[in-house]
């Protein structure tokens, strides 16, 4: 069975940093397109970021997130991260992992990261 | 980038009647289209990939359809385990673009 645990969400202030893991069993990090989406409470979904399959592992950005936040994996540990620098009010909501390509699944439980002072 | 816009925001539907969700493009984003459904508390679930495939375990009652900016995603004899939200999203590899919708809440009338 394929699945996916965030952990990691906490209460940060803004302008604080935070740390967000993904581990994944049942598939492999590195041989699939993998992603980050965020619903803030009440709100829909938004794209967060997306790692390439690969050695080379290229990696993208939505506007909101771009220059703050960085998608990376340890292959050795099966696990997808988002480190989130500069957070703001507005990065509040949940954030979920999920293998990307023709379609997002599976999707992991999520996490919860509040960004208040 | 390309804007998705669902509609309506809000449908009122009884069980076993059918229900029709549209999404449209705001420029052509071919067959990338998926749907997903969000029940409360709970991760999105895949349901239809490629604008008409359905995912792995979704029931037929799903049927998706649609190409290049009008879409549309079918429930047919809605069970009480159907209403949730629904939201559609395109998908371009590259240049990487994976904008949702705003989603469509699907209520019991």
């Known amino acids: 069975e394929v699945q996916l645990v965030e952990t990691g969400g906490g209460l940060v202030q803004p302008g604080g940093s935070l740390r967000l893991s993904c581990a994944a069993s049942g598939l492999t990090v590195s041989s699939n397109y993998m992603s980050w989406v965020r619903q803030a409470p009440g709100k829909g979904l938004e794209w967060v970021s997306i790692i390439h399959a690969g050695s080379g592992g290229t990696t993208f950005y939505a506007e909101s997130v771009k220059g703050r936040f960085t998608i990376s994996r340890d292959d050795s540990k099966n696990t997808l991260y988002l480190q989130m620098n500069s957070l703001r009010a507005e990065d509040t909501a949940v954030y979920y992992c999920?293998?990307?390509?023709?379609?997002?699944?599976?999707w992991g439980q999520g996490t919860l990261v509040t960004v208040s002072s | 980038e390309v804007v998705m816009t669902q509609s309506p925001a809000t449908l009122s539907v009884s069980p076993g009647e059918r229900a029709t969700l549209s999404c449209r493009a705001s420029?052509?984003?071919?067959?990338?289209l998926a749907w997903y459904q969000q029940k409360p508390g709970q991760a999105p679930r895949l349901l239809i990939y490629?604008?008409?495939m359905r995912a792995t375990g979704i029931s037929a009652r799903f049927i998706g359809s649609g190409s290049g900016t009008e879409f549309t995603l079918t429930i047919s004899s809605l069970q009480s385990e159907d209403f949730a939200v629904y939201y559609c999203?395109?998908?371009?590899?590259?240049?990487?673009?994976?904008?949702f919708g705003q989603g469509t809440k699907l209520e019991i009338k």
């Open positions: 420029h052509s984003v071919n067959s990338n």
């Open positions: 999203q395109q998908y371009n590899n590259w240049p990487p673009s994976y904008t």
């Open positions: 490629a604008a008409s």
């Open positions: 999920a293998r990307s390509g023709t379609g997002f699944d599976p």
